[in-house]
């Protein structure tokens, strides 16, 4: 079973910067598709960015052009490099992975960002 563990949530004003990180239990970033969602409260969780085996990113349009995906397949880990944070960017972020072509999808417990002068 694979395991997500995020890192790098905090409170930031708006304008910052900050890098979430996600560490997997095994060697599956090469193999998997990975992403990044957040939820904030009382709202449905959102897709906010996906990266593919190959490397192939995609953003939703609210965090285009400010967030970017990448990930580091020898280290097991991804990362999601958020700038010029607005307070409706608050939200607990959750990391994926799941197998291509699957559904059968690995989440992390989540790391808050809370954007706020």
Known sequence: QVRLVESGGGLVQP???LRLSCTAS???FSR??????????GKQRLL????TTGGTTNYADFVQGRFII???NAKNTMYLQMN????EDTAIYY????PPLTSNTA???????????
């Not at 998997?32 to 409260?41: C, E, H, N, S, T």
């Not at 906010?48 to 990266?51: F, G, H, L, Y």
């Not at 010029?84 to 307070?87: D, E, F, I, R």
């Open 15 to 17: 304008g910052g910067s």
């Open 26 to 28: 095994g060697s599956i």
């Open 32 to 41: 998997y598709v990975l992403g990044w969602y957040r939820q904030a409260p």
């Open 48 to 51: 906010v960015a996906t990266i």
């Open 70 to 72: 990448s990930k580091d």
């Open 84 to 87: 010029s944070l607005k307070p």
């Open 95 to 98: 990391c994926s992975a799941r």
């Open 107 to 117: 989440w992390g417990q989540g790391t808050q960002v809370t954007v706020s002068s």
